[in-house]
């Protein structure tokens, strides 16, 4: 029948109440009384926030912690996909998401090829640059939160609408100053995600993005040493060749070889023409 109620205040700013009832009697709350449970108030406020503090760091102790796991997991490979397993097996441990997307730019500039991580592996979608709505992130470069996509018409949130995912949280992938892609997380529930979680996404898209980028620099100095390899055969092949049948025949076989082709052909116009099938 009566109440009295105390706020929890620490430094400023109100964390809470603390409410004192008489269900079955009238009772008048004196100076004193109010005196007294204002200041156990705050105390308790001031052992509340300190409490809350003790679990917001050992939070950000254990995210420190994965993000360095994913650190040093991350940058031992070069190889596109188990890059992406990592990715989904450590952001599962950091953020809560029903599905994980990476998505990057085609090297032909007009297609966004974007990657559903599974457990079973990537599973590729592709989606013509002006039409995707990942393009936000990507042109912009900047963070997005939305709470829910269902209704969208962009094919590639049409594609997580239809698994029944709603909230999304993306941030560009940015590697020596250029924005290579975007990273998502998505959640069935609508409104799952706020600004804390794209800070942690942020930490894992920073890592993502370094490896991929590494993962494709190797790729290209390994393609670059392979074909100074094939032009060194080559050079020794034709040397000492002095047929010049033999020496295409020659030349067309350790070609195919190199490049895995079943056939090669070679075409001359020298007065009457000729062909040469390796």
């Known amino acids: 029948k009566s109440i009295a109620l105390l706020p929890m205040i620490v430094k400023g700013r109100l964390i809470g109440s603390l409410g004192l009832d008489s269900y079955y009697e009238y ?3 004196t100076s004193d009384e109010i005196e007294a449970a204002a200041a156990v108030t705050s105390q308790l406020a001031i052992t509340a926030h300190n409490a809350q503090l003790y679990e917001e760091i050992k939070r950000r102790a254990a995210q420190l912690e994965h993000i360095t796991a994913l650190s040093q997991r991350i940058t031992s490979t070069f190889d596109r996909a188990h890059i992406f397993q ?3 097996e450590e ?3 950091l953020i ?12 032909n500039g007009e297609t966004l090829d974007v990657y559903l991580l599974t457990d079973s592996g990537s599973l590729p979608a592709h989606f013509p640059v002006e039409r995707a709505a ?8 900047e963070p997005l939160v939305l709470d829910d996509i269902s ?8 594609l997580f609408a239809s698994s029944r995912l709603r909230a999304i949280a993306s941030v560009p992938l940015v590697a020596g100053g250029k924005t290579i892609g975007v990273f998502s997380v998505l959640h069935r529930e609508s409104g799952h995600y706020v600004s804390l979680d794209i800070a942690v996404l942020e930490q894992i898209g920073y890592q993502l993005a370094i490896a991929l980028e590494n993962a494709r620099l190797y790729m290209q100095t390994a393609q670059r ?5 094939l032009m060194n055969r080559l050079s020794g092949a034709l040397q000492g060749q002095s ?12 070609m195919a070889e190199a490049l895995s082709a079943r056939r090669a052909r070679i075409r001359l116009d020298a007065g009457k023409r000729s062909s040469h099938t390796g």
Do not use: C, W
């Open 91 to 93: 952001t599962l441990k």
């Open 27 to 29: 009772h008048t709350f």
């Open 96 to 107: 809560d998401a029903d599905l994980i997307s990476v998505a990057l730019i085609n090297p």
């Open 86 to 88: 990592i990715i989904r």
């Open 243 to 254: 047929d010049l049948q033999s020496m295409l025949l020659n030349t067309l076989q350790e």
């Open 151 to 158: 209704g969208s018409e962009e094919p590639d949130y049409r």
């Open 134 to 141: 990942l393009r936000f992130v990507f042109n912009i470069g």
């Open 225 to 229: 040493a392979e074909t100074e390899r």
